[in-house]
């Protein structure tokens, strides 16, 4: 399965086919899935889900307001986009349906901001869990009435929603499950951001499993008429290189050339990939 979580999504253009909101098989490929994930019908899925456990507590708990207030402010804040992303992400890996799950994750903070929010996301339905039992047990002692045999959803959500970020949780810092692999180019700016990022992940605990550099220039094909353009991006790669054994020295897993035109269709993909996994 490879699927693809940023917004702004290139698996349809680069296969040739629409892989857009389902999982679609990719032709002349049976053991390839590809899958954009639909952000907008994730987060509207998400928000008529807190607008039904909002609107059913707000009348369990006999508040005569409009649950929309709350649905706005539950879900306006910026993080949740990325968490209604993150619960797509961990879904799909627990229908458990694929047997390896391959996640291009956008190239901003999203990818550790994602798995330290589970983190967070632990703490804050623990704390909710907690509230609801106070809540529940000060409710059966106050109250007589039949709603106390009532089954509390939200608890149910709750504690669903604890197991599942935990086994997420497991599964994305469990080194021999999961692997997080950086691309960068020779240059100084994407070399800088993975550098932070490789930092970001090890406070995690998330595993890294290595950088891949893309797009070096052949320095073979740099002859003696050699336009000095060429020749000058040649050289500063040259120099980026040192820096990138430097940096990340036995963890660098693939050197990719720069190709003659962009990849663009599977036959290009399958170039790539031979080339990623090629012996040295
Ligand atoms: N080694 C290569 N040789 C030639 N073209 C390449 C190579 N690698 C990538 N490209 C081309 O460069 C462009 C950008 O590549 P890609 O979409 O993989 O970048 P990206 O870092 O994922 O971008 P974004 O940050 O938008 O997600 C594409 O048009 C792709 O075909
Ligand atoms: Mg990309």
Redesign the pocket.
């Known amino acids: 399965m490879l699927a693809s979580t940023?917004p702004?999504h290139?698996l349809s253009s680069l296969l040739g086919q629409d892989v857009f909101g389902k999982p679609t098989m990719v032709k002349g490929f049976p053991n390839l899935t590809a899958y954009e994930i639909d952000t907008h019908d994730t987060i509207e899925k998400s928000k008529n889900e807190i607008r039904e456990k909002i609107a059913w507590f707000l009348k369990f708990a006999d508040i005569k307001t409009k649950a929309d207030e709350f649905v706005e402010s539950a879900t306006m804040n910026p993080a949740f986009e990325e968490s209604a992303m993150f619960e797509n992400m961990i879904d799909l890996m627990f229908d458990d349906e694929y047997e390896v799950y391959v996640f291009?994750t956008a190239?901003t903070a999203n990818a550790r901001r994602l798995l330290g929010m589970s983190s967070v996301y632990e703490m804050w339905v623990n704390k909710m869990v907690q509230s609801r039992e106070e809540a529940a047990s000060l409710k059966d002692l106050l109250s007589y009435s039949k709603k106390k045999k009532e089954k509390d959803p939200l608890m149910g959500y709750l504690l669903n929603l604890r197991e599942r970020m935990h086994n997420a949780k497991e599964l994305l810092t469990d080194d021999s499950l999961t692997s997080f692999f950086f691309?960068t180019l020779p240059e100084a700016l994407p070399i800088a951001v993975i550098t932070r990022f490789i930092g970001w992940f090890k406070e995690f605990n998330i595993p890294v499993g290595g950088v891949i550099v893309?797009?070096l220039i052949d320095k073979d094909s740099v002859k003696q008429d050699t336009p000095d353009f060429v020749k000058n991006r040649v050289a500063m790669q040259e120099e980026h290189m040192q820096t990138i054994w430097n940096e990340f020295d036995g963890q660098v897993r693939a050197i990719?050339?720069?190709?003659e035109?962009?990849?663009?269709d599977t036959a290009m993909l399958k170039r790539?990939a031979d080339l990623l996994f090629a012996e040295n």
Do not use: A, F, I
């Open positions: 940023n702004v290139s291009d190239p691309v893309n797009m990719l050339p720069l190709l035109t962009e990849v663009c790539m």
